[in-house]
T-cell receptor, first 113, second 113 residues
Framework: SAVISQKPSRDICQRGTSLTIQCQVD?????MFWYRQQPGQSLTLIAT?????????ESGFVIDKFPISRPNLTFSTLTVSNMSPEDSSIYLC??????????FGQGTRLTVV | GNSVTQMEGPVTLSEEAFLTINCTYT??????LFWYVQYPGEGLQLLLK?????DKGSNKGFEATYRKETTSFHLEKGSVQVSDSAVYFC????????????FGEGTQLTVNP
């Protein structure tokens, strides 16, 4: 099955700054998604990353706060903008192709101080 | 909308004990059901899945049966090992939600020697 490399694996950031998380898949995939896992909670879908067009955001998430790029079928980035301590979470990307199950990157553990 | 409810954790067992983690869901139509596992410091990995009623998913000694009449997908293992210590997530992919996954709250399992 395909493998996603996600980086950075963890970071500690100052409030008010931005962090860009990258996910690279070792093969082309149709769908890519970004999730957030807040401390002690389950995963919540942030958005679907669409290749060559704007991402589709879930309720409660906006492009200004979480801009997403997907320039091709193997790569996507998520930026967490103007960070506050409430953004401290694990962020995960996933990929999925027709007829396959979703597979996940290792996650990025973000701490905002 | 779709939702997944898991039994509250954490769960602590002794090695070789029997494990059950309950999972129930709400969805329209016929969703696909999944169990994902997250080992310490790692991303999510698919453990098993079932795509239609009465299907049984199994992997690494874990099993779960898709029960439409009770809208359940309980995870079971006859004899747990210390290496099974992880967080387990029940999830569904609905007919109308495409590939987007809805996750349960996650259950922390600790197995003591």
């Amino acid at each position: 099955s395909a493998v996603i490399s996600q980086k950075p694996s963890r970071d500690i950031c100052q409030r008010g700054t931005s962090l860009t998380i990258q996910c690279q898949v070792d093969s082309q995939v149709t769908m890519m998604f970004w999730y957030r896992q807040q401390p002690g909670q389950s995963l919540t879908l942030i958005a679907t990353a669409n290749q060559g067009s704007e991402a589709t955001y879930e309720s409660g998430f906006v492009i200004d706060k979480f801009p997403i790029s997907r320039p091709n079928l193997t790569f996507s980035t998520l930026t967490v903008s103007n960070m506050s301590p409430e953004d401290s979470s694990i962020y995960l990307c996933s990929g999925e192709d027709v007829g396959t199950e979703a597979f996940f990157g290792q996650g990025t553990r973000l701490t905002v101080v | 909308g779709n939702s997944v409810t898991q039994m509250e954790g954490p769960v602590t067992l002794s090695e070789e004990a029997f494990l059950t983690i309950n999972c129930t869901y709400t969805a329209t139509g016929y969703p696909s059901l999944f169990w994902y596992v997250q080992y310490p410091g790692e991303g999510l990995q698919l453990l098993l899945k079932a795509t239609k009623a009465d299907d049984k998913g199994s992997n690494k000694g874990f099993e779960a049966t898709y029960r439409k009449e009770t809208t359940s997908f309980h995870l079971e293992k006859g004899s747990v090992q210390v290496s099974d210590s992880a967080v387990y997530f029940c999830a569904l992919s609905g007919e109308t939600s495409g590939s987007r996954l809805t996750f349960g709250e996650g259950t922390q399992l600790t197995v003591n020697p």
